[in-house]
């Protein structure tokens, strides 16, 4: 199975006024550009696009020492009313996780994929954290950005 960048998952921290329900639409409060602080791995950064015909486009680069290290291509599109997370990891075929209700912020899971099998996005102001995990929530890794402008 392919295995998802750390890169480019996301979760948000608490809930912001404008969150929607996954099953209710797209995280339209995730279009933007996310930065995490520079650190020994490099600096990644998120650009997602806000929602147009139904879907929301994205893309995480992490540099390093002037070096592009790793690179994904993301996608959250509207399927049966139910929004779905595409993650391509260096331009890979691309993986599914479906939303689930419950919760902050936003949830997608796969429970067939190796790891992560759960992304939870969650964003409260200019902060934005993202959790990977097993579908149960076990061996999570946390990572926080901050909006640039």
Not at 13 to 31: D, I, Q, T, V, Y
Not at 107 to 124: E, L, W
């Amino acid at each position: 199975m392919i295995r998802i960048s750390l890169a480019a998952l996301i979760l948000a921290l608490p809930g912001s006024a404008g969150e929607a329900a996954p099953a209710g639409g797209l995280p339209e409060w995730l279009a933007g550009r996310w930065c995490t602080v520079e650190g020994p791995r490099g600096r990644t950064c998120e650009q997602w696009l806000p929602a147009a015909g139904g879907t929301m486009l994205g893309v995480s680069q992490t540099v390093s020492g002037g070096q592009t290290r790793a690179f994904e291509f993301l996608r959250i599109a509207m399927d049966g009313g139910t929004a779905v997370y595409f993650a391509q990891p260096g331009g890979k075929p691309p993986v599914a996780f479906r939303a689930v209700a419950g919760g902050e912020g936003v949830t997608f899971v796969n429970a067939a994929h190796d790891y992560p099998q759960r992304i939870r996005y969650r964003v409260k102001g200019d902060a934005l954290a993202a959790e990977i995990s097993l579908a149960d929530g076990s061996k999570p890794m946390r990572f926080s950005y901050r909006r640039v402008r």
